[in-house]
């Protein structure tokens, strides 16, 4: 099931002592996660009605239906949530949910296979992927931008990069 669902947000914990939550969002509008309701947790065995009562540093405030008490809110700290991804926006082309890279193969511009997209992370200054592949020692952290990796074809299922001089060597 989870793999046609996108995380789009976290549970922060409790705010207030009636069952409100912080939420931390990650779509690109922040206050959008409520558009997409119900979110559920990832293995889908509850989903939750979504009402944003305001915002705090770094997140917002929300009622989720079945939540009613800081307790009960608090024991959900941490819980991703997710909706199908077909309930998502189509992007234009050039644009990518961090879900559809995970899983694809990253090749040299020179055709030569570097290893596969285990995730995409954004550590402030830009995403990255993080590319794994027999013989690595660890991952690489690939920068993402558009001179770096030029192409992405989905239909595919392949990345086309042209990384940094040495970045691939010195970890094989």
Known sequence: MSDHLICVGSIAGAFGVKGEVRLKSF????????????LMTQDGSREFDVVLTGSVKNGLTARMSGIVSKEEA?????????????????????EFYH????????????GMHLGTIKSVQNHGATDLLEITGAGYK????????????????LGLGRVVADPPHGLFADDV
Request: net charge negative; aromatic share 6%.
């Open 27 to 38: 779509t690109a509008d922040p206050i959008a996660i409520a558009d997409y309701a119900p």
């Open 74 to 94: 608090d024991a959900l700290k941490g819980t991703e949530l997710y909706v199908p991804r077909d309930r998502l926006p189509s992007l234009p082309d050039d």
């Open 138 to 153: 660890t991952s690489v952290l690939l920068p993402f931008t558009r001179a770096i990796v030029p192409t992405i074809d």
């Open 99 to 110: 879900a559809d890279l995970i899983g694809l193969s990253v090749y040299d511009t020179g």
